[in-house]
């Protein structure tokens, strides 16, 4: 590995996908990351929702040594990946004339919901409020 050097290009990408990073809000994912994963109560407090599911042995070594390799959580990797891939299921059926699955019933249903679009055509995930609170 003695061989291994870095060009100025890909400095250069390194350092544009930093400050990409770091303008998007996407730079304090390993913080939310470390709360989330180390204290329920305070995940739960930010409406965080736990997955789980179980993988081959082979699958779990990959993605914990790559993880590692990279400097990111479980969470800030399988966060961004089931985004991304919600996304491509949404271009999926939107191709294929179906447009997107709706979700706000199963959203209102863990005790949130969306605000209407603000001006950018933002929408604002809110915490509903109990019955009788």
């Known amino acids: 590995m003695n061989d291994i050097y870095m060009t100025f290009d890909e400095l250069l990408t390194m350092k544009a996908l930093e400050f990409k ?5 996407r730079g304090n994912g ?5 709360i989330v994963e180390r ?10 929702k736990n997955m789980c599911f179980r993988v081959s ?4 070594a990959r993605f914990e ?14 966060t961004e990946a ?18 997107p699955l709706g979700y706000e019933k199963r959203l209102n249903d863990l005790g ?6 603000d001006a ?4 604002r995930m809110v915490r509903l409020q109990k019955e009788g609170a």
Do not use: Y
């Open 21 to 25: 990073s770091s303008i998007s809000g």
């Open 30 to 34: 390993a913080l939310v990351a470390h």
């Open 39 to 48: 204290d329920d109560e305070k995940a739960e407090a930010f409406g965080m």
């Open 57 to 60: 042995p082979l699958l779990q």
């Open 65 to 78: 040594s790559t993880l590692d390799a990279l400097g990111m959580s479980k969470q800030e990797a399988l």
């Open 82 to 99: 089931l985004q991304e891939m919600l996304n491509k299921f949404d271009a999926k059926l939107t191709e294929v004339g179906l447009g």
């Open 112 to 117: 949130f919901a969306l605000e209407e679009p």
């Open 120 to 123: 950018d055509g933002s929408r």
